[in-house]
């Protein structure tokens, strides 16, 4: 019976034994598993601290780094570039982040680039637009987002959405082609008469109009007094325009002009072209209607001081072209963006003129230049505008 006993004794100790080893285990394992979920929590919460923190630093970055919009017509012409390029490099020196699109002409691919600058963020858009008046809708859900626009050197037109313009003294640049046909042509000394054709800018184009009422208002004393003759009639802006700044449309009407009004021998003197780029068509036709430069080649006005332009007016294909720096265009809009984004005041020095439809913009001008061979020198290469090896053929 003792024996029994002492096996019955025995089986229950390994029993309790074994329980409390499996009671060990248990723990063990749950302590583990506890240890394992406290690292575990201790990571997912200093993660979630990191991002927090990451987060607060986006939010601050986001309140600091300010998005800048910019939406240029083309990359076809020179001056565009140009602006653009200025402009970036400015706003990104000040510590902007700069999304700059080229349009190419196309009016509905800037309204899509200006949509995109919106939904992506932009706290500001800087617009030269294509079609002034095509941007209505647009520029209005800029204005629903709360987004400041500046206008960029070509006005837009029936939108209270528009906080700012930079500009040049637009309706000058017309005074100033007009002026140097007038003074080359000596008809304050009552020369003449002389035959001169008319060009106008892209209708759409708010400025295209203020270059020819500069021009326009310049020539016509001259062309009452029939010192100046229009000789094929085509004297209104509709009949000059030329859609898009479109270098072939220039040179497929001055071809017309020439075949249709001077096949009898009559010989153009002037030529009034609102841009360098309208004036390498016209110069086109002319050659292809047989004129020389250096014998009887009329005097060809520009604007923007295009190489070519400035190389044009080096060898005499070119009489002049409108000088605007687009360095110092740049850096006023750059005010403007910091004026808007800040809450302060950029330089305005004009309330008056530039009327869009629905208010009188607020707008800097800056000063166009006249560039002829006399001052090429100075005022596209002593300024560092281009190298002298830029303008060397
Ligand atoms: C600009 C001119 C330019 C023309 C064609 C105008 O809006 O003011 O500088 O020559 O567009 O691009």
């Known amino acids: 019976m003792k024996k029994v006993k002492r096996i019955l004794a025995t089986i229950l100790a390994t029993a309790l034994l074994m329980s409390a080893a499996a009671c060990t285990a248990v723990d063990t394992k749950t302590t ?10 201790d990571t997912t919460k200093a993660a979630a601290d990191t991002t927090k923190a990451a987060a607060d630093t986006t939010k601050a970055a986001a309140t600091t780094v300010f998005k800048v919009g910019v939406a240029m017509p083309t990359q076809s012409s020179e001056r565009w570039i140009a602006d653009g390029s200025n402009i970036k490099k400015q706003l990104e020196e000040l510590g902007y982040v700069v999304d700059l699109q080229y349009a190419e002409d196309d009016v509905q691919a800037q309204v899509n680039q200006i949509e995109n600058m919106i939904t992506n963020g932009a706290n500001c858009l800087v617009i030269a637009a294509i079609d002034s008046s095509a941007l209505v809708n647009i520029l209005a859900k800029a204005k629903e987002a709360k987004i400041p626009v500046i206008a960029y050197d070509r006005l837009l037109m029936n939108t209270d959405a528009v ?49 020819w009422n500069g021009a326009m208002d310049t020539l016509k004393p001259y062309i009452d007094s029939k010192q100046l003759v229009v000789l094929s009639g085509q004297v209104d802006f509709e009949k000059c325009a030329t859609l898009r700044w479109a270098q072939e449309v220039a040179q ?88 808007v984004l800040k809450g302060t005041a950029p330089e305005i020095n004009d309330t008056k003129t530039y009327n869009n439809g629905v208010l009188v913009v607020p707008s800097f001008l800056c000063t166009p230049v006249a560039v002829t061979k006399d001052n090429y020198v100075k005022e596209v290469v002593d300024s560092g505008y281009y190298t002298a090896d830029k303008l060397a053929s």
């Open 163 to 211: 906080s700012y313009y930079a500009t040049f003294d637009n309706y000058q640049v017309g005074v100033l082609q007009a002026s140097y046909l007038v003074d080359a042509l000596g008809l304050k000394d009552n020369k003449g008469p002389f035959n001169i054709e008319l060009f106008a800018g892209s209708p759409d184009d708010n400025n295209a109009t203020l270059f």
């Open 32 to 41: 583990t598993t506890a240890a394992a979920a406290t690292t575990a929590a």
């Open 252 to 339: 497929a009407r001055m071809e017309n002009i020439l075949s249709g009004t001077y096949s009898g021998g009559q010989k153009v003197n002037a030529v009034l072209s609102p841009y360098d780029g309208l004036s390498y068509g016209i110069a086109a036709a002319l050659e292809g209607a047989g004129y020389k430069v250096g014998t009887g080649w009329p005097l060809i006005t520009g604007q923007d001081a295009e190489v070519m332009g400035v190389k044009n007016i080096i060898s005499g294909k070119q009489a002049m072209t409108v000088f605007k720096d687009t360095r110092v265009l740049a850096s006023k809009c750059v005010k403007m963006v910091e004026a």
